[in-house]
C-alpha cells in the first residue's frame, strides 16, 4: 500500500505520499484511511468515500509516482464568501501510467508543468504539455489529464471565489485552454509568490492572498491570448503540428512531411521533438488514440470502425497501441467510460 509521511521541515506542511503499488478509483478508500491515519486526521469512512464520490461524478484515475500535499490552513467564512482563496495546491511527480478523468467536479484548476510531458483531453480539445505548460479548466466539464511516455511533475491548484465564474467566461472566449508560462517565468513566480504568503500570516493575510490570486488570473489572460506565442515554436513546426491535427487519419510519412516543408528529415525530426517532446510519427499514433477514446466514449462504433476511422489500417496494431498509452485495453476504456451494452 501507498507510504505516506508528513514532513515539518519546512512552513506550510506538506503530507508526502509514495504510491506504490498505484492508487486507483477502486483502492481510494483504503489509502484515504491510510492517508487520513499517518497524517493524525480523522479516518475516513466508506460514507466519506461515497460521499466524495457525489460530488466527483464519474471520477476514475491512476496514480502511480509520488505527490507532496499543502496542509491548507483554515480558510476564513470572509474569505470563502467575498475574495478569491486557495482551496488546495498539491505537487504531484507520476510515472507514465498515471491518468486522471472526471465528468464533474466544482473547482477550478490550474496546472503548472514542472517537468516530464502530459497531456489534456477538455471541451473537445486535445493537448500535449511539456515544461512550463499550463492548463486552466472548469472541472464541471468533463477533462481527462495524463502523463505521457514518461514522468510528469506537475503542480495543481484549486482557485475559489465569487468571481470565479466571471474571470473563467472571460478567458473561454478564446476557447484555448492550455497555454505556455513566458521566458520570465512570470506565472511561476507570481504563483510561488503567492504560497510564501503562508509563511507569514500577517493580520491581511486574507487581502494579500485575493491580491496575489487576482495578479495571476491577471497573467493567465494575458499568456492564453490569442496574440501570445503560447509554445514559442518557429513558424515551419507549428505549421506542421495544424497539418497533423488535420490530418492525422491519413497515411503520413517523415519523407513527406520533409519534403512538404522544404527540410531535411533528420531537422524536421530534431526540431519537432525539441518543441513537442516527441517524434512528428509518436504525435501522429497519440492523436489517433486520443480522438479514438473520444469516439470510444461518444460513440457505439465498433471497436473495429474506429480504428479505421483514425487512421489504423490494422485493428491488432490500434489495440496494443491503445492499451500501451493508456494501460488498459479498448473495450476496458469503453465500460469505463459508457454503459456495458454498448458493442465492441
Avoid at 506504490?20 to 478509483?25: E, G, K, L, Q
Wanted: aromatic share 14%; charged share 20%.
Amino acid at each position: 500500500m501507498s507510504t505516506i509521511t508528513s514532513t515539518t521541515a519546512n512552513s506550510p506542511v506538506f503530507l508526502n505520499t509514495i504510491f506504490d503499488p498505484p492508487v486507483t478509483h477502486e483502492n481510494a478508500a483504503e489509502y484515504m484511511d491510510k492517508a487520513a491515519s499517518a497524517s493524525r486526521l480523522r479516518r475516513f469512512s466508506a460514507e466519506d468515500v461515497y460521499r466524495s464520490h457525489d460530488k466527483m461524478l464519474g471520477l476514475k484515475f491512476c496514480l502511480s509516482g509520488e505527490s507532496s500535499i499543502f496542509n491548507m490552513p483554515e480558510i476564513s467564512l470572509f474569505a470563502s464568501d467575498k475574495l478569491f482563496h486557495l482551496e488546495g495546491f498539491t505537487v504531484f511527480n507520476l510515472d507514465s501510467t498515471s491518468y486522471t478523468s472526471r465528468t464533474y467536479e466544482p473547482k477550478y484548476y490550474l496546472l503548472y508543468t514542472y517537468s516530464g510531458h502530459g497531456s489534456l483531453s477538455y471541451c473537445g480539445h486535445d493537448y500535449i504539455l511539456g515544461a512550463r505548460d499550463c492548463f486552466f479548466i472548469d472541472a464541471r466539464q468533463a477533462h481527462r489529464y495524463a502523463s505521457y511516455n514518461d514522468s510528469w511533475m506537475f503542480g495543481l491548484y484549486e482557485f475559489a471565489g465569487p468571481l470565479m465564474a466571471d474571470f473563467f467566461r472571460q478567458y473561454a472566449l478564446n476557447d484555448c485552454y492550455s497555454f505556455a508560462d513566458d521566458q520570465q517565468n512570470s506565472l511561476r513566480s507570481a504563483l510561488d509568490d503567492m504560497l510564501n504568503l503562508y509563511n507569514h500570516h500577517s493580520t491581511d493575510f486574507d487581502w494579500q492572498v485575493n491580491a496575489a490570486i487576482n495578479n495571476i488570473l491577471c497573467i493567465i489572460l494575458q499568456l492564453s491570448s490569442p496574440q501570445q506565442d503560447s509554445r514559442s515554436i518557429k513558424g515551419d513546426i507549428k505549421f506542421i503540428i495544424q497539418y497533423l491535427d488535420n490530418n492525422y487519419m491519413n497515411n503520413i510519412t517523415m519523407d513527406y512531411l520533409a519534403s512538404f516543408c522544404g527540410i531535411s528529415k533528420s531537422h524536421l525530426s530534431r526540431e519537432f521533438k525539441r518543441y513537442t517532446g516527441m517524434s512528428p510519427i509518436d504525435y501522429v499514433l497519440k492523436k489517433r488514440i486520443t480522438k479514438a477514446s473520444n469516439l470510444l466514449s461518444s460513440t457505439s462504433m465498433s471497436i473495429k470502425e474506429i480504428s479505421y476511422e483514425v487512421g489504423f489500417k490494422n485493428e491488432n496494431s490500434f489495440l496494443r497501441l491503445f492499451k500501451k498509452i493508456n494501460g488498459i485495453t479498448a473495450g476496458e476504456y469503453r465500460r469505463q467510460m459508457k454503459d456495458p451494452s454498448i458493442r465492441e
